[in-house]
């Protein structure tokens, strides 16, 4: 630009477009299964397209896993188990794992904006929270994998075998490395499926694992959707089963394993109660409300999607957040702007629509800002219901979207009886400036985990996951080794 | 709310309440906004309106009629080789100052700011704080900025710290009364709540951090949550605050997301010399930098912008 005598426009907060530059990914055209240490073509030849939602536009193909190439990534994986990674020290597995952890550091951008393009959230998110905590949970479990005999001192411990599991697509490389982190840290080998719409990040892992000279057939991944993941269910040679999705398909895979001795965790949906009383810090509560559900375009089995807000406060909250909704940017997801980004697939995006009519149709008022969606895309603007009652549609079900139902309160007694009465219980969130409200609400919840003057925040060295139908079995921190562990018999020495 | 403090502003209406403040949710709000990406236009625009919102300061016991008269210069025309560069919105300087300040900008648009009320500490006698203020009025300052009596205000006295902004607030007649609650000093995110609302219910036209004498001044959560007290005064009451950040504030990108803070938490209504100022002395030379990168596609360096 040269100087001129036109003074620009006076700033404002319509930004100028800053998208991240996808020249730092390479996508292959077609991917095959990651297995013993290999890309190999899928047995039946059979592909899927993987698209960006928020665009539509191809990315690539990618193997459909059959029963038979379950069937190579378990023998695989069983011959690794009994083989370099059984017989290997836990401090040399923790060194691999660190070194899954550096790279993963190292390349975050390029995961960041692959993530991104496969699954339609925005960079911000993907840059800031799904890649540094991908990261943290290899080095946290990566410190454990020589102190087991600390982490469950006098048990004589010992890693299942070969582990089965099935990640969701609202957090591709982040559940992943949920899932793969305390497996191999225990000692065990895995058979890894990524959710059909997004499985580039979890095929750009094995580009990782293959620079960092895993053993092959340490970790195996196999694309697919519904049947792969079935085949892996029914599979005789998986010792330990893991998934994380809908509670639907979890309670389907628990029938399954219920025919055979398998130990199973499971990390399933959720309809969260956001609690907010009038002695909070309002500003924070929004902001925290706002994020909770709209964060992922509401893609998170933990959001906050009912707000229980306390009745006194109720008019001044919600006009409040409804102007903070209207500043969310919405667009394109690989602008660093961006707050909320596409829908993750056309199906999703129909789950969505329909609950939405379904509130409108049983008289809940729905509020929507303003916001021109992309002509491209599956797109859904952040919603907010006003007028809803406990006996709705939209405050029973899980939507898994941008929406938000907003319910009142009188009492501190009332807010937890409403915010029990869900079939549901992953987590909870409570704002209030007074503590003893605070222990005395985190005792009644019935909740996997209470958020207090947060929300949706994460570390690796703590807990996760649900009570009723939202699961169980935890990830995070030791309770999360646990579940791939079992305790050995008729041996001697400590350790794995 | 339950456990806030209440106070009636002194041009009527409702009492107003505080809010508290949760000190980890608001810096992590702040920093997701300083992740804000302005770019192209953006910043050409932001790098301007960051000059028309600066109050160009010197506040040293070393200033002089000759130093004052220099700073006034670069106030009117910062950037002598680009004729497009605006104004900055006022100069700052102590009330021995003022006459000279006002002679030399005088026509040009800037505004001359004094600092008045026994700067920067305030522990004088409310007699000799006014007639500080009178002072710097009678020498012909249009704004006026004055501390909050942190004193008053740390051991409770509230009506002393509220009453002596009052009078302050008389005293300038037609000038603007900026008063300084000096951040650093305050210990917490809720007390500088607090303060930001007695301040205005008080009567200041403009509320601003800190004097520039002490560290942990015009940070981003801290602005953050004095715009989100202008926000809960003007929902309460209907009344338009403006505000200043001031120390510390020495980068362009700084400035900018200052900026991107006050716009998406108050609106961009706000983002005008009228409601919105930042205090600083070497931050216009990092904006005017940035205008030649911009301009030039490359950067120059300290020697070709001027010092003062």
């Keep these: 630009m040269a100087p001129t005598d036109n003074p620009p426009e006076p700033f404002g907060i319509d930004y100028a477009p800053a998208p991240e530059s996808t020249a730092v990914v390479n996508i292959a055209d077609t991917y095959g299964h990651f297995i013993n240490g290999a890309f190999v073509e899928p047995s039946s030849g059979a592909t899927f397209p993987t698209v960006n939602p928020a665009t ?55 995961f960041a904006v692959l993530e991104t393009m496969d699954g339609g959230k925005p960079i911000r998110e993907s840059r800031d929270l799904d890649l540094p905590l991908s990261a943290a949970w290899f080095f946290y479990y990566a410190g454990w994998a020589d102190k087991l005999e600390y982490a469950f001192p006098n048990r004589a411990v010992a890693p299942h075998g070969v582990a089965g599991q099935i990640v969701p697509w609202n957090f591709p490389l982040m559940m992943a490395a949920w899932k793969l982190a305390p497996a191999l840290a225990a ?28 053993p092959p057939g340490v970790v195996n991944i196999v694309t697919g959707a519904g049947a792969t993941g079935a085949a892996i269910v029914d599979h005789r040679g998986i010792d330990k089963l893991a998934f994380t999705g809908s509670t639907e398909v979890g309670k389907a895979i628990q029938r399954a394993a219920s025919t055979r001795r398998i130990p199973l965790t499971l990390e399933l949906g959720g309809k969260a109660a956001h609690i907010v009383f009038e002695d909070s810090a309002v500003d924070q509560a929004v902001e925290a409300v706002v994020t909770g559900i709209y964060s992922n375009q509401g893609h998170v089995c933990c959001a906050g999607s009912r707000l229980l807000v306390e009745e006194s406060i109720a008019d001044q909250f919600v ?26 697939s056309a199906d999703q995006l129909q789950c969505i629509t329909d609950m939405v009519a379904t509130g409108v149709a049983e008289g809940a008022d729905l509020y929507q800002p303003e916001c021109d969606l992309p002509d491209k895309g599956y797109w859904f603007p952040p919603s907010v219901f006003t007028g809803v009652q406990q006996s709705h549609t939209v405050a029973r079900e899980e939507i898994f979207g941008p929406v938000l139902t907003v319910q009142t309160f009188r009492t501190a007694e009332e807010a937890v009886e409403k915010a029990n009465n869900t079939p549901y219980g992953l987590s909870a ?62 041996v001697t020495g400590g350790g794995a | 709310m339950t456990g806030s403090t209440v106070f009636l502003p002194t041009t009527g209406g409702g009492p107003v309440s505080t ?34 919102c600066i109050d160009l300061t010197t506040l040293e016991g070393t200033d002089t009629p000759g130093k004052v008269a220099s700073l006034c210069q670069k106030a009117i025309r910062p950037d002598p080789a680009n004729p497009a560069i605006p104004s900055v919105a006022a100069v700052c300087v102590y009330p021995e100052m003022v006459e000279h300040a006002v002679e030399a900008v005088v026509g040009t648009g800037v ?121 809960d005064y003007a929902d309460q009451t209907g009344v338009v605050v403006g505000l200043k ?64």
């Design chain 1, 319 to 344: 006009e409040r957040l409804r102007h903070r909704i209207s500043m969310l940017r919405l667009g394109d997801p690989l602008d660093k702007n961006t707050d909320v980004g596409a829908i993750n």
């Design chain 2, 245 to 308: 950040g001031a120390g510390g504030i020495r980068t362009a990108k700084q400035a900018w997301h200052h900026l991107v803070i006050v716009g998406e938490t108050l609106g961009t209504d706000w983002l005008t010399p009228d409601l919105f100022r930042l205090g600083a002395s070497s931050l216009l030379n990092d904006v005017l930098m940035q205008i030649q990168k911009l301009d030039t596609g490359r950067y120059s360096g300290p020697d070709y912008v001027t010092v003062d």
């Design chain 2, 19 to 52: 809010t508290p403040v949760d000190a980890v949710s608001l810096e992590a709000r702040a920093a997701a906004l300083c992740t804000r990406s302005i770019k192209t236009t953006s910043k050409q625009a932001a790098l301007h309106t960051t000059i028309r």
């Design chain 2, 111 to 231: 505004i001359v700011a004094s600092v008045a009320g026994a700067f920067p500490a305030g522990m004088s006698a409310p007699a000799v704080r006014v007639a500080d203020i009178a002072d710097a009025v009678g020498r012909g300052a249009g704004e006026i900025d004055i501390v909050l009596n942190r004193s008053a205000f740390l051991s409770g006295d509230l009506g002393r710290a509220h009453d002596e902004i009052a009078a302050a607030k008389d005293t300038c007649g037609a000038a603007h009364l900026k008063v300084i609650l000096e951040t650093g000093e305050l210990g917490s995110y809720d007390q500088v709540r607090r303060a930001s609302m007695l301040a205005m219910a008080a009567g200041a036209d403009f509320i601003k951090t800190s004097t520039g004498k002490l560290p942990r001044a015009a940070t981003h959560p801290m602005v953050l949550n004095m715009a989100e007290a202008i926000r």
């Design chain 1, 187 to 214: 000692g065990n080998t895995v058979v890894l499926k990524p959710a059909e719409t997004t499985p580039l990040t979890a095929l750009l892992l094995a580009d990782v694992l293959l620079d960092i000279d895993l």
């Design chain 1, 429 to 490: 969130g409570i704002w209030t400036e007074k503590g003893s409200k605070i222990l005395w609400m985190t005792e009644k919840l019935r909740a996997g985990v209470v958020w207090a003057n947060t929300y949706n925040r994460f570390d690796p060295a703590s807990p996760f996951g649900g009570y009723k139908e939202s699961g169980f079995g935890r990830e995070g921190g030791m309770h999360g080794l646990a579940p791939y562990l079992h305790e050995r018999t008729g």
């Design chain 1, 56 to 110: 539509e536009a191809h990315l690539a193909d990618v193997a459909d896993g059959s029963a038979e190439d379950v069937d190579r990534a378990v023998a695989a994986a069983r011959t690794a188990f009994e083989g370099p990674w059984g017989q290997m020290s836990g401090s040399e597995r923790g060194r691999y794992m660190f070194r899954i952890a550096r790279q993963l550091q190292e390349r975050s951008r390029e």
